[in-house]
């Protein structure tokens, strides 16, 4: 390979270049987009224009935590998917009172939605991250530490969301704390 024969900062840019090359662009435009694995994808809102791409992208749903008050919200995001053939479901959380029923109803979308690529988001990815964080700990037996990786890269929950978290991994006898 030529890479060899060149003096080793030039061949160690040359292998940064080519990888650089090979990886595709982020076709989501959303702040704070976090690809959990191939299949499942947390954010924060997603452009009109990104949502109505999404199917090109391969998703086959969208599960959207914020209430449509939210200023941000796109307000015809469900038409958007279902011209699509994607599937919405919509499970409001306010932001300051995030319950167990909710995580319930995110967990419950998130199983029946297990064989296909999913997006979860809200406003800027913290009610999606931490819940996402709760399935994959609480339903999907991943060690908390390793899937809390994806909410430390956005936030670090506190006040209403640090206490649900927390008490949900101590109902579950899970030995986490979230930093």
Request: glycine share 4%.
């Amino acid at each position: 390979m030529i890479a060899n024969s060149l003096p080793s900062k030039v061949a160690a840019a040359v292998s940064v270049i080519a990888f650089i090359t090979c990886v595709p662009a982020q076709a989501l435009v959303a702040p704070n987009v976090v690809v959990i694995e191939p299949n499942l994808v947390t954010s924060g809102q997603p452009t009109a224009a990104s949502l109505s791409a999404l199917a090109k992208e391969g998703f086959e749903a969208v599960i959207y935590l914020a209430p449509l008050s939210v200023p941000d919200a796109v307000k015809n995001e469900a038409e958007l998917l279902a011209t699509q053939g994607i599937e919405f479901v919509h499970i409001p959380i306010p932001f300051g009172a995030p319950t167990e029923a909710h995580f319930e109803q995110v967990s419950a979308a998130l199983s029946r939605l297990k064989n296909k690529k999913v997006l979860v988001h809200c406003q800027v990815n913290m009610r999606a991250s931490t819940m996402v964080f709760l399935y994959r700990v609480l339903r999907r037996n991943e060690t908390a530490f390793t899937a809390y990786d994806a909410v430390a890269q956005i936030w670090s929950p506190q006040g209403p969301w640090k206490e649900l978290a927390q008490g949900l991994l101590r109902k579950h006898k899970v030995a986490f704390d979230l930093y």
